[in-house]
């Protein structure tokens, strides 16, 4: 059953049991916090999502990859970072 049969019914799409176990959470607590990143005179937010796509694209696993990614944004924050340099990120 789609979600429009389920409203049309008058039931929450929402409350299916196989739809909402497919999807899975890619986001934590340290996402709200942005890391801005200076390279010179211009600068960049630092991305989970971006960098776990080029960690996979360097043949990285998909899981290890955002946890890779979760590790360093995680330990940014701990540490207060929220401003790094280009080669401190490095």
Same mark, same amino acid.
């Given at each position: 059953m789609n979600s429009a049969e389920r409203l049309q019914e008058g039931k929450d799409p929402e409350d299916h049991p196989k %739809?909402?176990?497919?999807? =899975?959470k890619h986001h934590s607590q340290y996402d709200q916090v942005k890391i801005k990143v200076t390279l010179q005179d211009h600068f960049y937010v630092?991305?989970?999502f971006l960098m776990s796509r080029i960690l996979t694209l360097l043949?990285?696993? %998909?899981?290890?990859?955002? =946890?890779?990614t979760l590790d360093i944004k995680k330990e940014l924050v701990e540490q207060g970072l929220t401003s790094v340099s280009q080669q401190e990120l490095e």
């Open positions: %739809e909402t176990q497919k999807q =899975k630092f991305s989970r043949k990285v696993n %998909e899981k290890d990859a955002i =946890k890779i």
